[in-house]
């Protein structure tokens, strides 16, 4: 199984990004796909979730509003996408793609990526 990130990069504050990951190597039936991130000297947090459907999507209350979260299917890849906008500062960190039984705690989940950076300068 592998979960593939990318879209990280340099932006600025306010600045939009959207951040994709490809998870192949088994199905996913009723898995919830997931982002975290994990900030410099901090701890990973939950950021959201999504059905691997597509459906019961939710947020962290720091994000909710400004970022979304998709699904989609192509040749038995398993795509998670999080469309970021009006980024802010806080938003920095390493954002990384979980597959699992869905909720705000890593230990929910089994599989992981290797992350991607999201840098926002003020």
């Known amino acids: 199984v592998r979960l593939i990130e990318s879209g990280g990069g340099l932006v600025q504050a306010g600045d939009s990004l959207r951040l994709s990951c490809a998870a192949s190597?088994?199905?996913?039936?009723?898995?919830?796909m997931a982002w975290f991130r994990q900030a410099d000297g901090k701890e990973r947090e939950f950021v959201a979730h999504?059905?691997?459907?597509?459906?019961?999507?939710?947020?962290a209350d720091s994000v909710k509003g400004r970022f979304t979260v998709s699904t989609d299917n192509a040749l038995n890849i398993l795509y998670l996408y999080m469309d970021m906008r009006s980024l802010k500062a806080e938003d920095a960190a390493v954002y990384y793609c979980?597959?699992?039984?869905?909720?705000?705690?890593?230990?929910?989940?089994?599989?992981w990526g290797q992350g991607t950076q999201v840098t926002v300068s003020p």
């Open positions: 190597g088994r199905s996913f039936p009723n898995y919830f």
């Open positions: 979980a597959a699992g039984s869905g909720g705000d705690s890593p230990g929910n989940y089994k599989y």
């Open positions: 999504i059905r691997s459907a597509g459906t019961e999507p939710m947020y």
